[in-house]
């Protein structure tokens, strides 16, 4: 494995954690804000880094054609089973974001839940956007959710814990390097006794990066909002959420 999130037993042991039944509900109400924040009016959506689909399947839910694609397996999978058992249509693609482009496709992209900034190479974060921007028919906006520098500086800890009802303990080992744009951690499960460690590593973005970045990569009417609300990337913002639009 050359990157960190290639380990698959890193997404099943982590998946309790980072996808619980809240989060799904949390992706429902999202989807609204979503729309509005975008501007979107109808079209294909493209959901990159889908993982278990939380939004691809709210989004089905509203008859909407969208297109999941997810470079894990196991979180893919986790996705279908879901889409099944609700009876809902979405395309599911198994393939690296680095890769998946599909030309004046969609109408919508979006990379939610802090899933953009994986890469060990910088320039693999360009080159997303370029293939987003590729796969966007003219008009069409991308969306991009993730925690911005700033507020990251604002509530660093270095260390943090979590206890599932099940006992299963999680402790977190954060580090920020190379001048405040990489983050670095390492995540301990402790389950049944057990231990197993990962490192997990992800670039960092300032709200102004993260507009530079964009138009680097062809969007226009670039603007950053500090929530899905849209309410300003300020003091009190608790996301950064990034959206481009590709001309018409």
Not at 92 to 103: A, E, G, I, T, Y
Not at 157 to 182: A, K, V, Y
Request: glycine share 8%; with cysteine; hydrophobic share 40%.
């Amino acid at each position: 494995m050359d990157e960190w999130f290639e380990d698959e037993e890193f997404w099943k042991e982590m998946y309790p954690f980072m996808f619980p039944e809240e989060s799904f509900r949390l992706a429902e109400d999202q989807i609204e804000k979503v729309f509005t924040l975008a501007g979107y009016q109808g079209g294909a959506v493209l959901d990159l880094c889908s993982g278990p689909g939380r939004h691809s399947l709210a989004l089905a839910k509203r008859g909407i054609q969208v297109t999941a694609v997810d470079r894990t397996e196991f979180l893919l999978n986790k996705a279908k089973e879901e889409a099944t058992r609700l009876d809902l249509k979405i395309e599911f693609v198994l393939n690296d974001m680095r890769q998946f482009v599909r030309s004046r496709g969609f109408a919508l992209v979006l990379s939610m839940y802090t899933s953009f900034g994986y890469f060990d190479d910088k320039d693999d974060d360009l080159r997303v956007l370029q293939n987003a921007y590729e796969s966007l028919e003219p008009g069409g906006a991308i969306l991009i959710d993730t925690l911005g520098k700033e507020l990251l500086a604002k509530k660093y800890q270095p260390t943090s814990f979590n206890r599932m009802t099940d006992g299963t303990l999680l402790f977190q080992c954060h580090e920020i390097s190379e001048d405040w744009t990489r983050a670095q951690s390492e995540w301990v499960l402790v389950k049944e006794g057990i231990a197993k460690s990962f490192k997990v590593r992800t670039r960092l973005y300032s709200g102004q990066e993260m507009k530079d970045l964009l138009q680097k990569a062809g969007f226009d009417e670039v603007k950053v909002f500090g929530d899905m609300d849209g309410n300003e990337y300020g003091i009190n913002a608790t996301r950064l959420i990034a959206i481009g639009r590709k001309p018409s």
